[in-house]
């Protein structure tokens, strides 16, 4: 039980523009928290963003470039990169806190190169 669906990754120039969504379903809890984390190879997973009762929180490395946004009714979050850079490049993750577990998404590849 409890799914999340992500979509929206892909290949990117430096300086262009993605947008990821996660769709979440089957989940029978309330989520306090939605969120995008990301992990490129030989690195540990990170976060990137996270947004609780419309309260975004941004990692230093994407603040000013990212903006995440949800519709806790419908259980969707997105993450609008802008500027993205080589170093952005990782599988992202969507995230659902509902308090005493996470759930996960299977991940969507984000590659920023020219």
């Known amino acids: 039980q409890g799914l999340l669906v992500e979509s929206g990754g892909g290949l990117v120039q430096p300086g262009g523009s993605l947008r990821l969504s996660c769709a979440a379903s089957q989940i029978p809890f309330v989520i306090n928290t939605m969120g995008w984390y990301r992990q490129a190879p030989g690195k540990q997973r990170e976060l990137v963003a996270t947004?609780?009762?419309?309260?975004?929180n941004y990692s230093e490395s994407v603040k000013g470039r990212f903006t995440i946004s949800s519709d806790n009714v419908k259980g969707t979050v997105s993450l609008q990169m802008y500027n993205l850079k080589p170093e952005d490049t990782a599988v992202y993750y969507c995230n659902a806190d509902v308090g005493f577990t996470n759930y996960w998404g299977q991940g969507t590849q984000v590659t920023v190169s020219s």
């Open positions: 947004i609780t009762s419309g309260s975004p």
